[in-house]
């Protein structure tokens, strides 16, 4: 039996796409193991930052008898280097074949070296790969891979090659089907899940009857007619209110929006879809109109608050996180300045604040990485005081509210963490009763212990700190 150990960087593109590669492998009769004592080491990489590379590195000095797998996002310059230093570079868009290649010498790839293409087309059964999930209550559900967007520091469009969506049908039976595994949790995932676009070609039964409004139990959409016939091009709202008529007792979310794309009919989906939990992941990057455009982000400043300010009329209780980069080529004092005032106007529930640095193929890399590291330091921890402060308010004001919350996990000191509507941490205290449930088979009386991860109950916020609330169980 083949041992492997796989090792995943990165967003949860690649995490999701990990959770495919365990299934393929598995079905091929892999065995997950630890990293000392696989045959097979896979490493699913990140781009985005020089650290996940350099770690990889590392990583290779100190592998002796394995096999050593890349795959994932990898720029075509570091292609170049790792290409003769590991046994195989494999395209995750290729995952369908796979196990093919595993099959050459006795299953083990031997240092065979794989062609480097740079973007095989996306293999037609990619999507359709059943993931082997690592929860049992929140799955990330792939909707579309690659992006058109380049903007200037990125290195996505690189490594995963253009925009492709994943058709309407398929996701429709992956997140039915998950619903009625129980799953409570579903987030689309796509680089700019609002350019997804995708023509039906074959609706099942199941599929025309959510279209044709047959599921209305539990959805509120009043205007929502769709008419579908062949090659009815389906658009991002049109998937989320598809997918908000599936009945049951469930979350639906998405990621990552771009501000250029956050069109009105999506953010009338707020108030639409009754599923859609009220959380937007909106990146900002620059409050700075010149380096937006720098950056070929194409909105400005103005337009971003003008986004914000409509999600918060339509939905109020909306929690909004974002990222922003410190410190890109030719960042000026004052025009960071720019971003700490967006910043405090905005009052961010969360950001993910990162120093540039340059990818190798990118454009900004032709550009002189001119802001000093030290700088850059001070600049990203300038904004994580602001969004601290306004964090921390904006988690006051949840303070006494009784709430729904999705519980992850439970240790066996009676306190369980898990996540409010609005996708902000809890840490919940359950009252030992809580946490017991009567049983009575054949007339005699147990008391077990009630699995509380993975259910939805009540919670009264008690106390909010800037990067998560405290609570009490209630029901
Ligand atoms: N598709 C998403 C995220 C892409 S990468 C989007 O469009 O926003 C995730 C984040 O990493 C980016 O939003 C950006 O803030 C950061 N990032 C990307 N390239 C970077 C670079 N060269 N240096 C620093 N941060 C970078
Ligand atoms: Fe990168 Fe921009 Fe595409 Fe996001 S939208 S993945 S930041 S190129
Ligand atoms: Fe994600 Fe990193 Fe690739 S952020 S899309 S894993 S380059």
């Known amino acids: 039996m083949i041992k492997y150990h796989l090792i995943t960087y990165g967003c949860q593109m690649n995490k999701s796409d990990s959770e495919r590669i365990v299934s393929v492998l598995e079905k091929s009769g892999f065995k997950s193991t630890t ?36 795959t994932g996002c990898i720029l075509p310059a570091d292609k170049q280097k790792f290409q003769n230093k590991v046994d195989l570079i494999l395209d995750i868009k290729d995952l369908p074949r796979w196990p093919e290649k595993f099959k050459i010498k006795n299953s083990i790839p ?37 992006c058109n967007n380049f903007c200037a520091y990125c290195a996505v469009p690189y490594t995963r090659g253009r925009e492709v969506s994943r058709p309407v049908e398929d996701i429709i039976q992956e997140v039915h089907t998950l619903i009625i595994q129980g799953y409570k949790l579903i987030i689309l995932l796509g680089q700019n899940v609002n ?42 709202p049109t998937l989320l209110k598809l997918i908000s ?20 009919e999506l953010i009338n989906c707020f108030k639409e879809c009754e599923h859609l939990i009220p959380y937007l992941h909106l990146p900002l990057q620059s409050g700075s ?31 909004v996180s974002t990222d922003i980069i410190v410190g890109f080529p030719s960042e000026t004092k004052k025009e960071f ?30 550009l002189k990485d001119n802001v000093l590291a030290t700088e850059k330091a001070r600049r990203r921890s300038a904004l994580n005081e602001i969004l601290k402060k306004t964090a921390l308010n904006n988690n006051k004001k949840m303070v006494g509210k ?10 066996n000191k009676n306190e369980c963490l898990g996540k409010t509507k609005n996708f902000k941490d809890v840490k919940i ?11 009575r088979p054949k007339g005699r009386s147990y008391t077990i212990k009630k699995d509380l991860i993975g259910q939805f109950a009540k919670v009264k916020i008690t106390k909010a700190n800037a990067w998560n609330l405290e609570g009490k169980l209630i029901i």
């Not at 008529?245 to 771009?258: E, Q």
């Not at 909105?299 to 909306?318: E, F, N």
């Open 195 to 236: 350019s997804y676009k995708s023509k039906i070609s074959n609706f099942s039964l199941f599929e025309r009857s959510l279209a044709e409004g047959q599921f209305l139990i539990s959805n509120k959409i009043s205007n929502f007619k769709f008419q579908i016939s062949k090659n009815t091009s389906v658009n991002f």
């Open 110 to 146: 031997d240092r065979i070296g794989d062609e480097i293409k740079n973007f095989p087309e996306v293999h037609p059964d990619y999507f359709s790969i059943n993931p082997d999930h690592s929860s049992k209550f929140e799955a990330y559900v792939p909707i579309m891979t690659g």
């Open 337 to 366: 300045e720019a971003t700490a005032k967006l910043m405090k106007k905005i009052k961010f529930d969360m950001a993910y604040l990162a120093q540039y640095s340059p990818r190798p193929g990118t454009a900004a890399a032709k």
């Open 289 to 319: 109109n010149k380096i937006l455009k720098a950056m070929n982000r194409n909105y400005t400043a103005t337009d971003y608050v003008k986004l914000i300010k409509q999600v918060k009329q339509i939905k109020p209780m909306v929690a």
């Open 35 to 70: 990293q000392d004592r696989a045959d097979i080491l896979i490493l699913n990489l990140c781009s985005v930052r020089q650290s996940a590379i350099d770690r990889v590195w590392g990583i290779l000095r100190k592998t002796k008898n394995q096999t050593v797998i890349l």
């Open 402 to 411: 009784r709430i729904e919350v999705l519980i992850e996990k439970c240790n």
């Open 245 to 264: 008529r599936i009945p049951g007792d469930y979350w639906l979310s998405f990621l990552t929006s771009h501000p250029k794309d956050l069109s009105d």
């Open 429 to 439: 205290n359950v009252a030992p009763a809580f946490r017991q449930e009567k049983i």
